[in-house]
Every structure is written in C-alpha cells, then in structure tokens.
C-alpha cells in the first residue's frame, strides 16, 4: 500500500462506513502494518479507529483471520458495530461450549473472533497446527480414515489480530491471566502468520515486555498519532 492507493482505499471506505476519509493516524498505521512480513503493534488513542484497520486488512485479501478479544462483551459489542455501522456480517464469534469440542471446527468467515481463554482450547490448537501450513483433515476416496491434505501453499488465515494486546503483559495494570500461555502458543502453532496488535495503553515497559514474548522489531512499533 501507497499513497497513491489512497483514493481507492476511501472509496472503500465509504462503502463500509459512514465516513469518506481516514482519521488521523488510520491511513498511516495501515500502510505500515500491512506493508511489513513482521509482526507490528499500533499504539492508538481510544476513539481513534484501531479497529478499521484490520478490517481492510480481511477486506483486502481473501484469507481469513483470527481477532482476539479480551471478553465475549467486547467480542459482541465489536461484531454488533461491524454489522450496525460497517455493513459486514462476514464474521463469527466462537464460544466455549458444554462440551469444549471443536474437532469439527472449520473456517467460514472472514472474521472470526475469539478470546484468550477460547483460542487455547486444545482441540482448536491441534486445529491451527494444520491450518498454520495448509493443511485439513478429510477423507480421500473411499477410506474412512481421516488423512491430512494440502489446501493451500502456505498458511489458511492471513494474520491474527491481539487487540487490546497490553492484556499480554504482567507489567501493564490489565494484566489477565487468561493471557499467561498466549503468546507461547501463538510461537508454536501460528508461527508462520503475521500478528497485528492494537492497544491504546501501552508504557515502555509493556512495549518492551509484548517484543520479547512475540519477537517484534523495534521499527514495527507504530504510534501514528
């Protein structure tokens, strides 16, 4: 992405929104993370539209992706807004059940959001085992054995998505520990998908603290306004 691409971006824009311009700082912090292989943080005021960012980046590729929430409230007031204001109903929200089961699980929709405690259920990490190189379960033929098949080139989702990712550390006040073995599993099952954090809180420390634990560049740290 280029600043030649902006008219066409808000013309996008415009289809999804009510608005017909980027606010401060959205263009640019767009631009950056979307423009990088690495994993990148955009350290945003409240209100300043964090979350359009990686709404372009679902809408601007045809992969799918993982958002991470920190509670289910402020996973259904997010998917609210995004089917209230921004006309998208491409999205799911996926709970924890009676049973916790989710062997069966399969991508459907663009957005797929999900919090911490979620996201380390252990079938859906046997899940991203596979869909972090492009593989699926089904069967071949006329086997009854599930066999493991290649449906993509590289990974099936295009990024995950830590908003609100200072919850990652034990050095910021909103520290979860939902979050302890986040990032360790984030390494070991996705580690070939780029992670995109938002935050509006975020001291040094924290900063410094979410680098080590996912391995970000310094220059990835975006603060555009």
Not at 12 to 31: M, R
Not at 111 to 126: A, E, I, K, S
Not at 169 to 176: A, M, V, Y
Request: hydrophobic share 40%; net charge negative; proline share 5%.
């Amino acid at each position: 992405i280029d600043n030649d691409l902006l008219p066409d971006l808000e013309y996008i824009l415009g289809e999804i929104s009510p608005f017909d311009t980027f606010k401060e700082g959205q263009f640019v912090a767009l631009k950056n993370m979307l423009g990088t292989k690495s994993h990148s943080v955009c350290i945003m005021p409240t209100g300043s539209g964090k979350s359009l960012i990686f709404y372009f980046a679902s809408l601007l590729q045809p992969l799918p992706l993982f958002v991470l929430s920190p509670t289910d409230i402020l996973i259904e007031d997010q998917i609210r807004n995004l089917k209230k204001i921004h006309h998208v109903d491409n999205v799911s929200h996926l709970k924890l059940t009676t049973d916790n089961n989710f062997s069966k699980f399969e991508m459907c929709n663009s957005l797929m959001y999900l919090t911490p405690t979620t996201f380390q259920n252990r079938h859906l990490l046997v899940k991203r085992r596979y869909i972090n190189n492009g593989h699926t379960l089904m069967y071949k033929g006329q086997s009854d054995v599930l066999q493991e098949v290649t449906i993509a080139p590289g990974p099936s989702i295009s990024y995950v998505v830590l908003d609100e990712i200072h919850c990652l550390s034990n050095w910021g006040h909103d520290f979860r520990p939902e979050y302890l073995m986040l990032s360790k599993f984030l390494n070991k099952f996705l580690d070939r998908i780029t992670f995109l954090g938002f935050t509006a809180t975020a001291n040094y420390t924290v900063v410094e603290d979410i680098q080590k634990q996912l391995h970000i560049p310094q220059e990835n740290i975006f603060s555009p306004k």
